[in-house]
């Protein structure tokens, strides 16, 4: 299994970013696909999480209707849109693959898979 991220950089407050995660090796179509970020200093923590249980997105409440996780079948990537950008979201984001039960689609436990994150600073 190989998850590629990229997409980070520096923007502004207010800006916007798109990271994408490349999945290979493994049935991609089977598996939850997630993000989480890991701030400096911080636990890691989850972002937003793409299920395939029931086909339905999960969001961390902070990031909500500012954050848009979809997958690219085609490609067998998992893109993360965020607007909206805050100095808080500063983090190394890393995606996730895993098979997690939907109540613990948020939980670290719940992925066995990880790419190896991608820097978003945002700042002025």
């Known amino acids: 299994v190989q998850l590629q991220a990229s997409g980070g950089g520096v923007v502004q407050p207010g800006g916007s970013l798109r990271l994408s995660c490349v999945a290979s090796?493994?049935?991609?179509?089977?598996?939850?696909m997630s993000w989480f970020r890991q701030a400096p200093g911080s636990e890691r923590e989850f972002v937003a999480a793409?299920?395939?249980?029931?086909?339905?997105?999960y969001y961390d409440d902070s990031v909500k209707d500012r954050f848009t996780i979809s997958r690219d079948k085609a490609k067998a990537t998992v893109n993360l849109q965020m607007n909206s950008l805050r100095p808080e979201d500063t983090a190394v984001y890393y995606c996730?693959?895993?098979?997690?039960?939907?109540?613990?689609?948020?939980?670290?436990?719940?992925?066995?898979?990880w790419g190896q994150g991608t820097l978003v600073t945002v700042s002025s």
């Open positions: 996730a693959a895993g098979r997690p039960i939907i109540s613990s689609i948020r939980t670290l436990s719940g992925y066995g898979y």
């Open positions: 090796a493994f049935r991609y179509s089977s598996f939850a």
């Open positions: 793409s299920a395939v249980q029931n086909m339905r997105e």
